[in-house]
């Protein structure tokens, strides 16, 4: 099984549509294995996007995302890295195919609600950023009846 890191940014908080989000990957079972409400300081927001660094969106990148809270989570599933940008779509949504996410909820380029980890060294190196080891929970569905 593989594991991602997906962010619903600041925008995708303010739009109230987290919970979308999670239905969406939910319904695709994909399983949520941590998740926190964190407000990224300009430092931490440097850190984790260092690689961009000297491009010209490097900057507004790190406002927009130290702007409001940021919904972090760990995810689970068969080929989730995939499946998951898959179903995020195109990070600019004038060229997501119609029903991903950021075709539905983002505004632009940058205000794009969503970011998930593009390669299973980055998902590695994403998760160990937010998360330790104990912050993520193994765990198995369960029927609870009435």
């Not at 940021?70 to 940008?85: A, K, P």
């Not at 970011?115 to 190196?125: I, K, L, Q």
């Amino acid at each position: 099984m593989e594991q991602t890191l997906v962010i619903v940014k600041p925008d995708g908080l303010s739009k109230k549509i987290a919970g979308k989000i999670i239905t969406a990957m939910e319904k695709e079972n994909f399983k949520m294995m941590a998740c926190r409400m964190i407000f990224l300081s300009p430092e931490k927001a440097e850190l984790f996007y260092g690689e961009h660094r000297g491009k010209e969106f490097y900057s507004p990148l790190i406002k927009f995302m130290c702007s409001n809270p940021s919904l972090i989570m760990v995810w689970q599933g068969e080929e989730i890295i995939s499946g998951l940008r898959k179903m995020a779509g195109n990070t600019n949504p004038d060229l997501a195919e119609e029903g991903t996410i950021r075709k539905l909820y983002a505004s632009d380029n940058r205000h794009n609600v969503i970011h998930c980890s593009d390669s299973s060294e980055s998902a590695h190196r994403e998760i160990n950023f937010f998360f330790s080891e104990e912050e993520i929970y193994s765990w198995e569905r369960k029927e609870y009846k009435k």
